[in-house]
């Protein structure tokens, strides 16, 4: 595969990602506001919906905080790769930072001095996977600091309530993250496998139904009414994705990756021939 | 109740409104977020007058002086400061998610206005760049002086009164979550 099919394709899924919602998003917002009973929250979920509309019809980003770049990977085995894959997608987040236009976002921690194009140490941050086959799939999943800044990781007594950290951490947290929410949970694993989990179900999270302890939880989500923006209202969330792994008997890792409605991603498939985004 | 407000803003203005009122804003606004509000509470002083003035908690994506996505950033961290922009005569705070530890600096004299998190596209067709000071903290970081046009809908969320619709929904949610556990 050519390292400049790769580039193309990032600053593809980046500039999709960033200007429009994956369908089964939108869908879910408009559901909600067709329920939503509180006026005020109703103004806050027509004004998204007005916003989405604006950033796909002048092509500019749907939130002004375009995030911290996430890729997700998905690499078959057979595919020949003559160059750097972190380089190749970080020359895509620099040309997008210029293209779609992009916030510059990254900053030394200590210092706090902007790189000025998103991109250094640790960023643009690669989640790999291997498959069978020889294409690469690639899928930006860039997320805002509002809603990554309340989420949260516990290392619970077993005897603990998983489920009730969940929702201590909305109730608590939930409201400052752009709610309604995706939520994203990741229980046990150890204490840097609970927050992947946590991501990973974000980023397995789709329109396809929940299942029953995902839906039951987000029921009980949406009954705390914190509402859109944490104004009051019957609208929370809107998905619930939970991950689990083996931890040691006497561990609970739990984490809650709290996404706000703005659940952007869009992925591209790179093989010998070229690319083509979904 | 809906409210269409010029700037500056009177007290008398912030007096008049209360929570869940909506409200549209034409005039000045001046964005400010981590790196103002420090350098406001070393220095003492901003490059503007804040009489009367609008601040908002955003940190927009600017292209040629153009307001590409601008919607508000998550004001509790700029709680810690809202004493001295209030005592520098700033009538009303534009954000999301609250200020509810500050509540208190509010009462009497300012409002804080919640923007819908996110929507930094609608926010660009409301908003026109007229200049820039600061820049050399970054467009995120720089305090922009943005020219609003009817900018909103925003929802009065802390009222001058003491009223403040986060606190209220988070008390409620504290309540809920305690009833199901007993």
Not at chain 1, 18 to 45: K, Y
């Amino acid at each position: 595969m050519k390292r400049a099919d790769l580039v193309e394709a990032t600053v593809a899924v980046l500039a999709r990602a960033e200007t429009s919602l994956p369908g089964w998003v939108v869908d879910r917002i408009e559901e909600a506001a067709r329920r939503e009973s509180n006026p005020l929250a109703e103004s806050q979920l027509e004004a998204i919906l007005e916003n989405v509309a604006i950033a796909a019809q002048d092509q500019i980003p749907i939130c002004q905080d375009t995030g911290f770049p996430v890729f997700h990977l998905v690499l078959g085995r057979d595919a020949s790769l003559p160059f750097d894959l972190r380089e190749a997608v970080a020359d895509g987040v620099r040309r997008a930072t210029d293209e779609v236009p992009l916030r510059p976002n990254a900053v030394d921690p200590l210092t706090r001095i902007n790189t000025d194009d998103n991109t250094g140490p640790g960023m643009p941050d690669l989640i790999l996977d291997l498959v069978d086959g020889d294409a690469l799939r690639i899928t930006a999943f860039p997320k805002g600091a509002g809603s990554e800044n309340m989420s949260l990781l516990a290392m619970l007594n077993p005897a603990d309530d998983p489920l009730e950290f969940v929702l201590e951490t909305i109730v608590e947290r939930g409201g400052m993250a752009c709610p309604p929410l995706f939520v994203g949970v990741g229980i046990g694993g150890t204490f840097d496998l609970a927050p992947r989990l946590a991501r990973r179900a974000l980023l397995e999270m789709s329109g396809s139904s929940e299942a029953k302890l995902e839906r039951d939880l987000l029921a009980r989500i949406n009954d705390l009414g914190i509402g859109p923006m944490g104004l009051g209202g019957d609208t929370t969330a809107l998905g619930v994705k939970i991950l689990t792994a083996c931890c040691h008997t006497a561990s609970l890792p739990v984490a809650v990756n709290l996404q706000c409605w703005a659940n952007r991603s869009a992925s591209a498939t790179v093989g010998d021939n070229g690319w083509n985004i979904d | 109740m809906e409210h269409r407000l010029k700037t500056p803003l009177t007290v008398d203005d912030v007096r008049n409104l209360c929570a869940g009122d909506l409200v549209w804003i034409s005039g000045t606004i001046y964005t400010a977020r981590d790196k103002v509000h420090a350098l406001l509470r070393t220095e003492g002083r901003l490059p503007v007058d804040l009489n009367g003035a609008v601040l908002y908690h955003c940190g927009p994506l600017i292209r040629d002086d153009l307001v590409i996505s601008a919607g508000p950033t998550t004001s509790s961290r700029m709680a810690r400061y809202t004493k001295e922009v209030v005592d520098k005569g700033v009538k009303a705070i534009i954000g999301k998610g609250g200020i509810s530890e500050a509540s208190e600096h509010l009462r009497s004299q300012a409002v804080y206005l919640a923007y819908p998190g996110g929507c930094g596209a609608l926010a660009s067709r409301h908003l026109k760049v007229i200049d820039v000071h600061l820049a050399v903290l970054g467009m995120a970081e720089a305090l922009w002086v943005f020219e609003a046009e009817e900018f909103g809908p925003l929802v009065v969320a802390m009222d001058s009164l003491g009223r403040d619709l986060y606190q209220e929904a988070r008390l409620s949610a504290e309540a809920n979550l305690r009833s199901r556990r007993s």
